[in-house]
């Protein structure tokens, strides 16, 4: 069992991130055991909670997993620890839609029952911020409080004191501290989000700075006294592997790093024994592989130095051309393909198994959860297999050449407004590749079915 709190904000920007990951490295620097969740479909947060708890973070998603899946995850890795910290998404109580708590950090404190601090940028603000606090607090009866925490506060302890009085008309939860605005803490961002911490991650330095911010705010041990127990017997626990069936060979490395966790581990579960490997550095591939795993990530970014590794490129569109399964998901997809255009304007050859050519775009192209139904039997399911996933690229195919055997039908999916034409599966022979990045905890089959597609073809 471990004392649990859910960070919550009232908006994107307000300083969930930095608050959850100061409040991680301030226990850590206590000697606890901290354990990280994300809700919502983030990679990159995880990643940072990764690295400061020095433990694997999961996340927890109201839209693609049902509640008994998201308290399974949740007990499975917070059992083992002192504290669980569960970073919200978006602002409190925005989700899927805009009248519906799904896929929202108000729906994750529900199915945990976990108690909520609320971060709230206070600047500029005294009377008004109680406003905006007793608003929030309101909205939904059936939340429980941890405390408010106002962060980029400015103007010295005259601003304190005046937040601390204006609380009082918002008597639902208590002000838990006043955050001083530290420009310096913010981590620096590009199209995707937050760098990721494969690529430059919070140093023990800038851990303890960000740990010290906090702690000069909030009383912790008073924190923690006021948390609950959460993850008990009662719930889901870990099971023990089984006898490892295949080598899958999974990308990982600065362009390829967007994985959820859970999909590894159902593939170990399903009898993957998981060999990673680098697209970037590793001249060729593990040996002894069944099969392939290439996630997302920012191919765009590293595109001079992927297409420069002729050996990998070669070996890995061999493999596929032999029939070896492979899953790639967004920029994994990319990767495949015959050639990636970058934000500069520069075209790089990628590993051209996929006769599909990308290209960057200054803007947004695709954002939101996806439902997708199997068109046609792949790796990791057979026709009419249904899935739930997300959706986020700021790419696009630009050129699709002809190659025998290619299918762009390979998924029917639906977003929340009906069916999306643009989002597709392709594939070709044992290869599947989508812009969809699937949670396999939607669907326990696609783990068992991609390992059992690796089997066949070694067999």
């Known amino acids: 069992m471990a004392k649990t709190i859910v960070i919550g904000g009232t908006g994107s920007g307000v300083g969930k991130t930095t608050v959850s990951l100061a409040l991680m490295a301030a226990l850590r620097r206590r000697g606890m055991k901290v354990q990280a969740f994300k809700v919502g479909p983030d990679f990159i947060d995880t990643g940072h909670h990764a690295l400061v708890t020095g433990r694997s973070a999961h996340n927890l998603d109201g839209c693609m997993l049902s509640p008994e899946e998201n308290r399974a995850i949740f007990s499975r890795y917070a059992a083992s620890a002192q504290v669980a910290v569960v970073e919200g998404v978006m602002g409190l109580y925005d989700g899927a839609d ?48 941890s405390g408010v925490l106002a962060n980029q506060v400015g103007g010295g302890p005259a601003h304190v004191r005046m937040l601390a009085q204006a609380m009082t008309l918002a008597p639902k939860t208590g002000l838990l501290g006043c955050l001083r605005d530290r420009s310096e803490l913010s981590m620096p961002e590009r199209h995707l989000g937050l760098i990721t911490a494969e690529e430059g991650g919070l140093g023990q330095a800038e851990r303890d700075k960000l740990a010290s911010w906090l702690e000069e705010a909030v009383n912790l041990d008073l924190l923690l006294e006021s948390l609950p127990d959460l993850g008990g017997d009662s719930w889901p626990q870990a099971e ?4 490892q069936k295949v080598r899958l060979g999974v990308a990982r490395d600065q362009a390829f790093c967007f994985y959820y966790q859970e999909n590894l581990r159902r593939l170990e579960q399903a009898g993957a024994e998981l060999e990673f490997f680098s697209p970037l550095q590793d001249a060729a591939l593990p040996s002894g592989l069944s099969g392939l795993y290439l996630g997302g990530g920012y191919p765009e970014v590293h595109a001079r130095e992927l297409s420069r590794n002729f050996s990998m490129k070669k070996q890995i569109a061999e493999m596929g051309r032999a029939g070896m399964p492979i899953y790639a998901e ?24 996929l006769p599909l050519s990308f290209t960057m775009l200054p803007r947004l192209k695709a954002l939101g959860y996806r439902c997708v139904v199997f068109n046609a039997d792949t790796p990791l399911g057979s026709v009419g297999t249904t899935a739930r996933g997300h959706e986020f690229h700021y790419s696009e195919v630009f050129s699709r050449g002809p190659a025998p055997g290619l299918r762009g039908d390979c ?49």
């Open 330 to 353: 967004c920029g994994g997809m990319m990767y495949l393909g015959r050639e990636l255009r970058d934000m500069a304007g520069g075209t790089w050859p990628m590993a051209g198994l």
């Open 411 to 459: 998924y029917a999916a639906f977003g929340q407004g009906g069916p999306l034409d643009d989002t597709t599966g392709f594939g070709l022979g044992n290869t599947l590749a989508s812009y969809v990045h699937l949670h396999f905890g939607s669907n326990p089959a696609l783990a068992e079915n991609l390992v059992d597609a690796c089997l066949r073809w070694r067999g």
């Open 240 to 243: 023990p592997l089984p006898a």
């Open 98 to 145: 805009a009248v519906d708590e799904t896929g929202s950090t108000t729906q994750m404190a529900k199915i945990l029952g976990a108690p909520v601090l609320l971060v709230a940028n206070a600047s500029s603000l005294a009377r008004s911020f109680a406003a905006l606090v007793k608003g929030y607090t309101d909205f939904d009866p059936d939340l429980t409080w």
